[in-house]
């Protein structure tokens, strides 16, 4: 067992089993213990989290950017916030939850469909759709295996973001690459997108200017030759 505490302040407690351990440990109420439990079957990692306010806003605040992003580019989502997510095969109670998580464009029109038509439907969706995008937010040693569980579910893109002391980081994953996770210069699911604006615009989704934070994106967007009539 290890104990740590997060680049902005959240604490985690991480536990390393024998891969063939976990189905039995996973049976364990592990969500009375922390907020955020990520427990990785093919790994035998169990981190546990509870984050620290300012991980909540940061959190809220990418979630936030993002929906505003797809809204003025066109493009719907849907937001599925912690959604825990695991492969169909993984023993129950076990996956990750991902501080945001988003369907994109048609899987989120696809998404919307399958909402209309009940329950059961729209559960084995899910189970069989990973979200276009999730999103991290805060640096720790629990966190370091998420970008290869993220892969192996199939999610294409994962965003890291860290803002701590004098660290102003976004780092955009493509979690397909051929030899794994590599960082990219734009986002492929969210095209408007790139770490520099996404800072920015996370900057004033934390603080609630949300009517610069729409004018940003708007300003963004005209300078976009694919997207800027979408804009409009």
């Not at 605040?61 to 959604?83: C, E, F, N």
């Not at 199939?154 to 794994?180: F, K, Y």
């Not at 009517?211 to 997207?227: A, K, Y």
Request: proline residues 7%; negative net charge; aromatic residues 6%.
């Amino acid at each position: 067992m290890e104990r740590s505490t997060g680049s902005m302040g959240s604490q985690y407690t991480t536990y390393r089993f024998f891969p063939d351990d976990i189905p039995r440990l996973a049976k364990l109420d592990w969500n009375s213990i922390a907020r955020r439990v990520f427990i990785d079957p093919a790994t035998g990692l169990i981190a546990l989290m509870s984050p620290s306010s300012r991980h909540e806003t940061h959190a809220w605040g990418a979630g936030r950017a993002v929906h505003d992003i797809a809204r003025h580019a066109g493009m719907r989502a849907i937001a599925l916030g912690a959604t825990r997510w695991r492969l169909p095969d993984d023993p129950e109670n076990t996956g990750a939850e991902p501080d945001a998580c988003y369907y994109l464009g048609e899987n989120a029109e696809r998404w919307s469909r399958t909402h209309l038509k009940g329950e059961a439907e729209l559960n084995a969706f899910e189970e069989a759709t990973p979200p276009d995008l999730v999103i991290e937010v805060e640096r720790s040693r629990g966190d370091a295996d998420k970008p290869l569980f993220y892969r192996r579910l199939g999610v294409p893109e994962m965003w890291r973001i860290d803002i701590s002391g004098n660290t102003r980081e976004a780092i955009m994953l493509n979690l397909q690459a051929p030899d794994g996770p590599e960082a990219m210069t734009a986002s492929a699911v969210l095209p408007p997108a790139n770490p520099a604006f996404v800072l920015e615009a996370l900057e004033l989704a934390v603080h609630g200017r949300l009517d610069e934070l729409d004018t940003l994106i708007v300003e963004h967007l005209s300078r976009q030759p694919d997207t800027a009539g979408s804009a409009a």
